[in-house]
């Protein structure tokens, strides 16, 4: 109660200093008489109050932590003193606690017309600007701020971010060589400079640039690694040498950088000093028992990185530590994948366990690899497996039913998801999955059952909508109906090519040949012209007396069909023949 007496007491003694025609003026009280006034009344007259009111109105409002009224109470503040950059700042302060970074933005914006020189209204607007429509003024703010102020460190690293992002790499070169003249002891400015020059491949000054980076702070382990990376590709006698004391230091700075020392293990390796790569590997192997960190490192390093030769030396060096460590093998599989060491990758995944996280996508890449191996069938024993042991696995029955699917096994998927479904009746991709194999299978009024019973499980499935939609309009059935399905499907993915070839081909089969060209022309665009939406497309050309239109269009179609399309190719072909006769016969 005290501070809130406190409070009172200032904003009286503001009303009282209203200066002008107000000053020495007595405000009536609501019964007409004469003396001291209250704050009520006062507000009635709140156009007569000066902006030092409404500011402290709004320190009470927030001291309350009541920021809507504060910032209501600093808006009229600003209202009667527009020139205020302290009242400004303030309410940008309140705009973003209540997460209205619109106005902050343009309330800063206004801050800077009203005082361009000023370096802090110039950078509160800088830090403000987060979308990208706006980060186009981004440059000339930056410049701007460094015209005025060529020492100020965040400037010079963000317009030199922009410059790299965008490869405006000589921009990048002068602001970085500008920074190290303004600020010759800041050590981040020679080590921007060492990365403009080394993609540039100016090795030798970027190499320069690097090691003035470590003069200045020789405990920094990056500009090392980049050295390194600059030896790696010279030719000087003492390479070797400079890359291995570089990998030393950085282990003496950092004794648990893992990325160091893998690729210092490898780095021996590489160069027949294999007693010293075998010893670090086998260190870093007994290592990754506890440390799950180092592997992950690995993974980035050379995995993630594509140096998937050099992953496959380090996992299958390290793995001699611990030959039967799933996590070890899990990710020594991966490297020979990547190399399309099919058999190793397969050796390496059996070796996983059903306890490990990645347990079943070893599983489905081992199925893989046997489908790229053309053995179709054990692909689909490894699944079969795995689904005797844990029969409501969704994932591995929706893969597994694919595989039977692929081998015309239409009975055994059929039969498979019915059973899934059994355990999961509302399972959306499971259903979805037993439709298409029942249309394949032959079984079409079951497909169309099937899909009928996933709507009405989930309206808005996007998938089942445009494929029941799309099968009675290719049967020429329901075509109203097929109509209303598939744009229900568009309202849910508006850009998807195949939904709209779909509303296309409704339109067709009701002989609306210009929506149909309508729609079919948009599906082809969204889809590069896919051979199917591409004939479709064509087609619907024809109808139109387009012919000339259809002729290039179903070349398009024939140019992007995949030679195992037999069927497709040679009903393209004859299309292609009869309308070229047509044209050359007018």
């Known amino acids: 109660m005290k501070k809130q007496s406190i409070w009172i007491f200032l904003i009286i003694a503001s009303i009282l200093s209203v200066s002008g025609c107000n000053q020495g003026k007595i405000i009536s009280s609501p019964q007409g008489s004469e003396g001291f006034t209250t704050l009520e009344t006062v507000a009635l007259e709140n156009s007569q109050l000066p902006a030092t009111y409404f500011y402290l109105e709004s320190r009470i409002h927030a001291q309350r932590n009541e920021i809507p009224q504060a910032i209501a109470s600093l808006e009229k503040a600003i209202e009667r003193d527009g020139e205020s950059a302290f009242l400004k700042r303030d309410l940008i302060r309140f705009y973003l606690n209540q997460k209205k970074n619109d106005q902050a933005l343009i309330l800063a914006q206004t801050l800077v017309d009203q005082d361009p020189d000023n370096v802090d209204n110039l950078l509160l607007l800088v830090r403000l600007i987060k979308e990208p429509d706006q980060e186009a003024q981004l440059p000339e703010l930056l410049t701007r701020i460094l015209a005025l102020d060529p020492k100020n460190k965040e400037t010079y690293l963000r317009l030199g971010k922009i410059y790299m992002d965008n490869q405006n790499l000589k921009q990048a070169l002068d602001l970085f060589s500008n920074m190290a003249e303004q600020l010759p002891e800041y050590y981040v400015a020679y080590f921007y400079l060492g990365e403009v020059h080394l993609l540039m491949k100016n090795q030798i000054l970027a190499e320069q640039a690097f090691l003035k980076t470590l003069e200045l702070e020789t405990e920094l382990v990056e500009p090392r690694f980049r050295l390194i990376e600059i030896y790696e590709q010279q030719k000087r006698?003492?390479?070797?040498?400079?890359?291995?004391?570089?990998?030393?230091?950085?282990?003496?700075?950092?004794?648990?950088?893992?990325?160091?020392?893998?690729?210092?293990?490898?780095?021996?390796?590489?160069?027949?000093?294999?007693?010293?790569?075998?010893?670090?590997?086998?260190?870093?192997?007994?290592?990754?028992?506890?440390?799950?960190?180092?592997?992950?490192?690995?993974l980035d390093t050379f995995i993630s990185e594509k140096r998937y030769q050099d992953a496959v030396i380090v996992f299958s060096q390290m793995i001699k530590a611990d030959p039967d460590s799933a996590n070890l093998n899990f990710f020594t599989g991966m490297a020979y994948e990547a190399v399309e060491d099919r058999d190793a990758a397969i050796s390496h995944y059996l070796k996983v366990t059903p306890e490990h996280p990645q347990y079943k996508k070893t599983l489905l890449s081992i199925a893989f690899l046997y489908k790229e191996m053309d053995q179709p069938q054990k692909a689909i024993q490894i699944l079969e497996q795995h689904h005797s042991k844990n029969p409501r696995d969704v994932d591995i029955v929706s893969f597994l039913a694919s595989f039977y699917e692929n081998q015309a096994q239409y009975d055994k998927a059929i039969t498979l998801l019915k059973n899934s479904l059994q355990n999961s009746p509302t399972n959306t991709t499971l259903l979805f999955r037993l439709g298409t194999i029942q249309d394949k299978a032959g079984l079409k009024n079951q497909s169309i059952q099937t899909m009928e019973t996933l709507i009405q499980t989930d309206p808005k499935n996007a998938s089942a909508l445009n494929y029941l939609g799309y099968t009675y309009a290719d049967m020429g059935i329901k075509l109203d109906e097929a109509l209303d399905l598939i744009s229900r499907a568009l309202k849910q993915k508006p850009d998807d090519g195949y939904i709209t070839d779909s509303m296309g081909w409704v339109y067709f089969q009701k002989q609306d040949y210009e929506m149909a060209v309508h729609y079919l022309e948009q599906a082809a665009k969204l889809s590069n012209f896919e051979s199917i939406i591409a004939d479709h497309l064509a087609d619907a050309y024809v109808k139109a007396g387009q012919l000339k239109e259809a002729l290039d269009t179903y070349k398009k179609a024939l140019s992007n069909t995949k030679k195992k399309d037999s069927d497709l190719i040679q009903k393209l072909e004859k299309k292609i023949k009869t309308l070229e006769k047509i044209l050359d016969g007018k």
Not at 238 to 255: A, G, T, V
């Open 237 to 298: 006698k003492n390479r070797k040498k400079l890359i291995l004391e570089s990998y030393e230091k950085i282990i003496e700075i950092e004794p648990e950088n893992d990325r160091a020392v893998l690729e210092m293990a490898l780095f021996h390796y590489k160069n027949n000093q294999r007693g010293k790569a075998s010893s670090l590997f086998t260190q870093l192997g007994n290592e990754a028992k506890e440390n799950s960190r180092l592997v992950m490192v690995a």
